[in-house]
């Protein structure tokens, strides 16, 4: 492992965040960084799985690099639930870990933020967040790291959504990742930190194709959201390794901190952010975070360096990251196909301009609820959620979007929603003719757009897809 030497930035002498600059300041007993090195050029990549193969966005290059170096492992002296938590190292072992690097080929189109993902391992391995947050991440030139963080991706094991086992990278193929290991979960936050780091360095500037970074942020989605949100209230504090942290549908609990499943139930609900780190945190909930996976527990007001978007009629996993796959799931209904992608997209650029110029996103309401034991969703007359982040999709409604189970559901689809399509009849009383209903959605859009709920990119299609909506004749 290699002592991190760092630019000063971040922190000033209170303690406060000052945009566009690196963190630095961590606890010296953590500021370890990782090595890295090209992977061998024998046997072929296994890339993350997702729905949306195909190639990079015109411009970009991809290469895998392993990191390796020495992490620890810690335990929770105090883990109190508003995030204030104090830890102590237990262990340390070794690792050798692989991370997946892509960015524009022209330093000119980079912007200067490196996105590191920790991937998802609920049923092998993934990046979702690399899925739902582009072309806005291509289109606006920043650099992602995708990195194997979990041990189920390296050395494979059985998947809290799987069926079965999940092979890993060094069973997939051997060749090319044989020289791969990881000593645990109970490890992955530091090693998480440490990849975070050494990304900083000078001497590894050939990771990143020689681009000079001068932020480095952190996402993660579903399991990969619970391991951040105990990240930012463990390990970023001691380590200072990211400018900000991106938490993408997190639920009540956080990760256990000795790497305990987080089916376990090791971790308590109710854990928020804790209220003193000096970068931004950003948390991005569906109706079924909220609701199913018990985030309502967790809730906390918006605050300085704090936001929260709670965002209606969407669900934990959707028709977007699943894609053409929809049907193959085997659920009784039509999956949620709600606003996810793009309002995910807008979130992120607000929070990506958050940590870079110090400008706060919008913070809406909060989804309603009718009752909050146990919490559950207010709707209208259409059955859309009432509160949170509004877009046309629950405004001007073709359909009842749901984050919720359907009830007798199999386990693989608890987290995907429904979408109840309206008949012909209702959308002629609720809007008489297309053009109607054209007119009032972009309305509604444009609203949507001025308070930064959607980007302005995202216009053109959506309006094509309002267009393509079926009316009476």
Same mark, same amino acid.
């Given at each position: 492992?290699?002592?991190?030497?760092?630019?000063?930035?971040?922190?000033?002498?209170?303690?406060?965040?000052?945009?566009?600059?690196?963190?630095?300041?961590?606890?010296?007993?953590? &500021?370890?960084?990782?090595?890295?090195?090209? #992977?061998?050029?024998?046997?072929?990549?296994?890339?993350?799985?997702?729905?949306?193969?195909?190639?990079?966005?015109? $411009?970009?290059?991809?290469?895998?690099?392993?990191?390796?170096?020495?992490?620890?492992?810690?335990?929770?002296?105090?883990?109190?639930?508003?995030?204030?938590?104090?830890?102590?190292?237990?262990?340390?072992?070794?690792?050798?870990?692989?991370?997946?690097?892509?960015?524009?080929? %022209?330093?000119?189109?980079?912007?200067?933020?490196?996105?590191?993902?920790?991937?998802?391992?609920?049923?092998?391995?993934?990046?979702?967040?690399?899925?739902?947050?582009?072309?806005?991440?291509?289109?606006?030139?920043?650099?992602?790291?995708?990195?194997?963080?979990?041990?189920? $991706?390296?050395?494979?094991?059985?998947?809290?959504?799987?069926?079965?086992?999940?092979?890993?990278?060094?069973?997939?193929? /051997?060749?090319?990742?044989?020289?791969?290991?990881?000593?645990?979960?109970?490890?992955?936050?530091?090693?998480? =930190?440490?990849?975070?780091?050494?990304?900083?360095?000078?001497?590894?500037?050939?990771?990143?194709?020689?681009?000079?970074?001068?932020?480095?942020?952190?996402?993660?989605?579903?399991?990969?959201?619970?391991?951040?949100?105990?990240?930012?209230?463990?390990?970023?504090?001691?380590?200072?390794?990211?400018?900000?942290?991106?938490? *993408?549908?997190?639920?009540?609990?956080?990760?256990?901190?000795?790497?305990?499943?987080?089916?376990?139930?090791?971790?308590?609900?109710?854990?928020?952010?804790? /209220?003193?780190?000096?970068?931004?945190?950003?948390?991005?909930?569906?109706?079924?975070?909220?609701?199913?996976?018990?985030?309502?527990?967790?809730?906390?007001?918006?605050?300085?360096?704090?936001?929260?978007?709670?965002?209606?009629?969407?669900?934990?996993?959707?028709?977007?990251?699943? &894609?053409?796959?929809?049907?193959?799931?085997?659920?009784?209904?039509?999956?949620?196909?709600?606003?996810? *992608?793009?309002?995910?997209?807008?979130?992120?650029?607000?929070?990506?301009?958050?940590?870079?110029? &110090?400008?706060?996103?919008?913070?809406?309401?909060?989804?309603?609820? #009718?009752?909050?034991?146990?919490?559950?969703?207010?709707?209208?007359?259409?059955?859309? =959620?009432?509160?949170?982040?509004?877009?046309?999709?629950?405004?001007?409604?073709?359909?009842?979007?749901?984050?919720?189970?359907?009830?007798?559901?199999?386990?693989?689809?608890?987290?995907?929603?429904?979408?109840?399509?309206?008949?012909?009849?209702?959308?002629?009383?609720?809007? *008489? %003719?297309?053009?109607?209903?054209?007119?009032?959605?972009?309305?509604?859009?444009?609203?949507?757009?001025?308070? &930064?709920?959607?980007?302005?990119?995202?216009?053109?299609?959506?309006?094509?897809? =309002?267009?393509?909506?079926?009316?009476?004749?």
């Amino acid at each position: 492992m290699v002592v991190a030497a760092v630019a000063t930035g971040c922190a000033n002498g209170g303690g406060g965040y000052r945009a566009g600059s690196l963190a630095t300041g961590s606890d010296p007993r953590y &500021g370890t960084s990782a090595s890295f090195a090209v #992977a061998p050029r024998v046997g072929k990549v296994i890339e993350p799985e997702s729905a949306h193969t195909g190639p990079l966005a015109a $411009g970009y290059y991809e290469q895998e690099y392993f990191a390796s170096g020495t992490a620890m492992a810690f335990r929770g002296v105090s883990e109190p639930l508003d995030g204030r938590w104090v830890v102590q190292p237990t262990t340390s072992a070794t690792y050798a870990t692989r991370i997946l690097v892509r960015r524009p080929s %022209d330093p000119k189109r980079f912007n200067g933020t490196v996105v590191v993902e920790w991937m998802n391992v609920s049923s092998g391995e993934s990046s979702p967040d690399w899925d739902y947050l582009n072309p806005a991440l291509s289109d606006a030139g920043f650099a992602y790291v995708a990195v194997s963080a979990q041990a189920l $991706g390296v050395q494979g094991g059985r998947s809290i959504l799987g069926s079965g086992p999940s092979r890993g990278l060094v069973q997939q193929e /051997p060749s090319r990742y044989g020289s791969l290991h990881h000593p645990g979960d109970a490890y992955a936050l530091d090693m998480f =930190a440490q990849i975070g780091r050494g990304l900083r360095l000078g001497q590894n500037r050939f990771v990143l194709g020689g681009l000079q970074p001068s932020r480095i942020v952190a996402v993660g989605e579903s399991q990969s959201a619970f391991y951040l949100t105990t990240f930012a209230d463990a390990l970023q504090p001691l380590t200072r390794a990211y400018d900000g942290i991106f938490i *993408h549908s997190r639920g009540g609990a956080g990760a256990a901190i000795d790497g305990a499943p987080i089916t376990s139930g090791a971790a308590p609900a109710g854990q928020r952010i804790r /209220p003193d780190l000096d970068v931004p945190v950003f948390m991005f909930e569906t109706e079924t975070d909220l609701v199913e996976l018990g985030y309502a527990s967790a809730r906390q007001p918006d605050s300085r360096l704090i936001r929260t978007w709670e965002v209606a009629g969407t669900s934990h996993a959707d028709t977007w990251i699943v &894609g053409n796959y929809a049907r193959a799931l085997g659920c009784p209904r039509p999956i949620n196909d709600g606003p996810q *992608h793009p309002v995910v997209q807008a979130a992120f650029m607000a929070f990506a301009d958050w940590v870079t110029r &110090g400008t706060e996103p919008p913070s809406p309401p909060p989804l309603q609820l #009718a009752s909050t034991s146990p919490p559950t969703l207010a709707v209208d007359g259409n059955g859309n =959620a009432r509160g949170g982040v509004r877009t046309p999709a629950v405004d001007v409604p073709i359909a009842t979007l749901s984050g919720a189970p359907v009830p007798g559901t199999k386990a693989l689809c608890l987290l995907f929603g429904s979408t109840t399509s309206f008949a012909p009849s209702k959308l002629q009383q609720l809007y *008489h %003719d297309r053009s109607n209903y054209l007119t009032l959605y972009g309305r509604d859009l444009d609203r949507a757009v001025k308070a &930064g709920y959607i980007l302005d990119a995202d216009r053109s299609g959506l309006l094509q897809r =309002a267009a393509q909506v079926p009316f009476p004749s």
